[in-house]
């Protein structure tokens, strides 16, 4: 009988082409579908599957839109479970693992840790007043972090308590595979919901561009590929990207415009209290407002007009359909190479000709962090919730002269007149 | 038992009969005697068991002794050793990586492991630099920008590694490749967050970073010597060298070392004062009223304890009191990161992570048990000692919009107005 260790051994050193492929997923499309194309040729009904499934998702986004923030922030969550759920299911499926002690609740049990952590930090920023009135929620607050670390490491020594000897490495294979894939999917959910109360604009203007991507280089590169662009997926070609690019970028453009008029994606997400809802109610800040720009004189001829009315969030909307066309399909390559080193056709079969939840988000990965960095770099300083918060658990002593330190400033900048009172 | 007695000897990792039917091939790290000449030529006349014994005993005092001399050159000695440690141990995973998968000859593999952990202490230093030595940063004029633009810029470079990482993927190689991709992040997750995290704690005090990481060695030392003189039965069979014995008594040594260490460090203002950059001397200060933590106070014995002890007060430092959380979670806990590696190490049929120190193994084999414990610190720091800091929290207000600003202000005054902290006609 030869020794799991040493089979596992020989499965890492083979080559790729020796290695088995992972049992392909069933179909799931369902009957209905298949009895009201069941006339057509094989190759025309997968692109009908395909067209429909992808007219059902685009509509169940605007749906979703339409329902609100709190209903998107359900979705974000659910997506990213389900993502996860996907890529650990792929390393059970690699390293025959399902009978590993413990390891699926452990690995769930981390889910719920790192999502403890983020929406900890979230929610204690957002629901600030929410929060300050009720007493059990001021302490996990206050101890947040330390509750949070006190979980992971419970999750950690059951981990090394679990240790069998016969299965060190898979143990180990699967526990840095959970980790990995925490750090793809958590985080990436967080952010996007980060963006998304910074105003909904900053959430659906990148995923729509990069949707729109997929789309158009699909589209282009059906019509008129002919240059591969890279050995990875054979099927992207050189025409492809860059018409998927100038797409893109018009389409952002676009679509900024139009939702830059409303309030309701423009304002950043605010809870209130009193109504126990979210709202988006502000005044528009001033990257929602329409200017005069100048036409630079190269496009003044071709447009035949000498200044534009715009918002300035159309420029920023640039740099993010230029990172969604460029730098977004390397998340799609990357998940390419990851199934083909492990053999698989789609992460799952949950979208009947589409695959799993992941075929569709693998380049919106890159997408979440480079919008949040962005925000963070360029729109919006600190959050001063956040800092309304720290400074309300300082010292007292310390808060007295932080607040004579504020008041000196405020009254040099004319902020504050300094005969005021109350 | 003669047998037991020399298997005992042999030092921490296992030669024992247990791990060397895993060794079943080859192992994957040759082993080879890295100890100097001048030690051999000394030690040549013992038998084996105590010339290894004698050897790791020379090491161990030649470590501590060169602990103590780099606390007292100074933080930026400190620093710069912490961050020697972590490449090194960065390098020793790296390799061990490398060997498990016979993976040396993949396209640019070892360029971008190097680039990814170049990335991460770019992005983290940059993260520490700004909040200490935020004076020096806003004077010149580059810094300024780069600070500003500073997770911007991080990102750029990791995007940048990141998609050289998917160029250089090759057909026969796909797998190996995202194994090493995937071994690189959790290697950097592991050593640089941590190293970091210790850096922090650093700046808190030098107290407490010396403080902690003492009671990990304390720990570590006590319970082999307990374990060698009292051990008796196993506490877990992936490490079968440590015994309940010598844990429990390794506990309540370390528990006392940490008492009686913060009692001798709380005394001295260059440990307990927070580390501060003066830009004016371009040097490292220690120099600070200290906190109420480090101040003595009169704390009533418990009755119980009257009678034994025979005192009726105790003067104590408070902090005391937290280094009874720390001695503690740094002999309960820290062991899992012992173990932990221990399970690495036979998943990985290695039986060190690589030869660095003669009679211990590399880097890596002595700060496993640190992992969790720089972590712990930095929680606890941020949990229960110390709050925001002030001047960090004036710098953001300065920086965002003056409806916002005046917003917080009026939110801050009526606050202090309800705690009664400012009286509601007064005017300062």
């Not at chain 1, 001829?301 to 200044?307: D, F, I, K, N, P």
């Not at chain 1, 698989?344 to 890159?366: E, N, S, V, W």
């Not at chain 2, 995973?93 to 000859?105: A, E, K, P, Q, R």
Request: glycine content about 6%; some cysteine; aromatic content about 18%.
């Amino acid at each position: 009988e030869v020794d799991l260790e040493e089979r596992l051994c020989e499965l890492d050193l083979r080559s790729d082409s020796d290695i088995p492929d992972v049992p392909p997923p069933t179909d799931s499309t369902p009957e209905i579908l298949k009895k009201a194309l069941s006339g057509l040729s094989a190759r025309w009904k997968n692109w009908w599957i395909r067209g429909i499934l992808t007219l059902a998702m685009i509509s169940g986004f605007f749906l979703i839109i339409y329902l609100g923030s709190f209903m998107l922030m359900l979705l974000v969550l659910s997506i990213q479970v389900k993502c996860y759920h996907e890529i650990i299911t792929i390393g059970y499926r690699v390293y025959h693992s399902y009978d590993l002690p413990w390891f699926r609740s452990l690995s769930w049990y981390f889910l719920l840790c790192v999502n403890y952590f983020f929406y900890g930090e979230t929610v204690a920023d957002y629901f600030a007043t929410f929060v300050q009135r009720r007493e059990q929620l001021q302490f996990l607050i206050r101890y947040h972090r330390f509750i949070s670390f006190a979980l992971y490491l419970t999750g950690f020594c059951m981990f090394v308590l679990s240790l069998v000897k016969k299965h060190y490495r898979l143990q180990f294979y699967m526990f840095a595979w959970t980790h990995v894939t925490l750090l793809i999917t958590v985080t990436q959910s967080h952010l996007v919901i980060q963006n998304l109360f910074e105003g909904m604009i900053w959430f659906l203007v990148p995923i729509s561009s990069v949707i729109c991507n997929d789309i158009t280089a699909y589209i282009f590169g059906f019509f008129f590929g002919r240059t591969p662009l890279i050995k990875l997926s054979p099927k992207k070609t050189w025409e492809g990207f860059i018409g998927g690019f100038f797409s893109t970028v018009v389409f952002g453009f676009i679509f900024s415009y139009f939702l830059a008029q409303h309030q309701y994606f423009v304002c950043p997400v605010e809870y209130n209290s009193e109504t126990n809802r979210f709202v988006t109610e502000c005044e528009p800040s001033e990257l929602f407002q329409m200017k005069k720009y100048s036409v630079p004189p190269l496009l003044q001829a071709v447009l035949g007009w000498e200044t534009v009315n715009m918002y300035p969030f159309q420029m920023h909307s640039f740099a993010l359909s230029t990172f969604a066309s460029l730098i977004g399909p390397f998340g799609g390559f990357f998940a390419s190479g990851f199934k083909r080193a492990f053999k698989i056709k789609d992460f799952a079969d949950t979208i009947p000709g589409h695959g799993g939840i992941m075929d569709r988000f693998d380049c919106q990965y890159l997408m979440a962090t480079f919008v949040h960095v962005y925000i963070t770099s360029f729109i919006r300083g600190p959050n001063p919730s956040k800092l309304l918060k720290q400074l309300l658990i300082l010292q007292p002593e310390q808060q007295l002269s932080v607040y004579k330190t504020l008041k000196s400033h405020l009254v040099e900048k004319g902020i504050l007149q300094p005969s005021l009172r109350g | 038992q003669e047998s037991e007695f020399e298997n005992r000897l042999d030092g921490e990792t296992a030669s024992d009969s247990e791990s060397r039917s895993d060794f079943g091939g080859s192992s994957t790290v040759p082993t080879s005697d890295d100890t100097p000449e001048v030690l051999n030529r000394a030690l040549s006349n013992l038998s084996s068991r105590w010339k290894n014994w004698w050897v790791r005993g020379i090491l161990t005092l030649a470590m501590i002794t060169f602990f103590f001399i780099i606390i007292y050159l100074g933080p930026m000695v400190l620093m710069t050793i912490v961050m020697c440690v972590q490449i090194k141990c960065f390098h020793e995973i790296i390799t061990i990586g490398y060997n498990v998968y016979h993976s040396y000859d993949l396209p640019w593999f070892r360029t971008l492991s190097w680039y990814f952990l170049l990335c991460v202490n770019y992005f983290f230093y940059g993260e520490t630099v700004t909040d200490y030595f935020f004076t020096l940063v806003q004077r010149e004029e580059p810094l300024r920008i780069l600070s500003k633009y500073h997770r911007f810029i991080s990102f750029t470079l990791y995007l940048t590694g990141f998609c050289m990482f998917v160029l250089s993927l090759v057909k026969k190689h796909y797998r190996l490749q995202f194994y090493m991709f995937g071994w690189t992040h959790v290697t950097l997750l592991i050593v640089v967050t941590q190293s970091h995290l210790i850096i922090h704690n650093l700046f808190e005090g030098m107290i407490w970073f010396i403080v902690p990481i003492s009671c990990v060695i304390c720990n570590d030392i006590m319970a082999y010597m307990f374990g060698f003189f009292f051990g008796r039965t196993p506490l877990i069979k992936l490490s079968p060298k440590k015994t309940w014995e010598g844990f429990i008594g390794g506990f309540f040594s370390t528990v006392l070392f940490g008492w009686l260490l913060s009692y001798v460090m709380s005394g001295y203002r260059c440990f307990t004062c927070p580390v501060e950059f003066n830009s004016d001397t371009n040097s490292f200060t220690v120099d600070c009223e200290p906190s109420e933590l480090f101040q003595l106070q009169e704390y009533n014995i418990p009755l119980v304890l009257q009678s034994v002890v025979g005192w009726k007060t105790v003067r104590m430092y408070p902090f005391q009191i937290h280094s009874i959380a720390l001695s503690t979670f740094a002999s309960l806990i820290g062991p899992f990161g012992g173990f932990f590696a221990s399970g690495f190490k036979r998943a990985f049929k290695i039986k060190d992570f690589a030869n660095t120190i003669p009679g211990h193994g590399g880097i890596m084999d002595r700060f496993d048990c640190q992992y969790l414990m720089a972590t712990f610190v930095n929680v606890y720091i941020a949990s229960f000692i110390r709050g925001p800091n002030p001047s960090k929290l004036i710098q953001q207000f300065l920086t965002l919009r003056p409806d916002q600003q005046l917003h917080i202000f009026n939110t801050l005054k009526a606050h202090l107005v309800d705690r009664g902290i400012l009286g509601s006609l007064e005017d300062a």
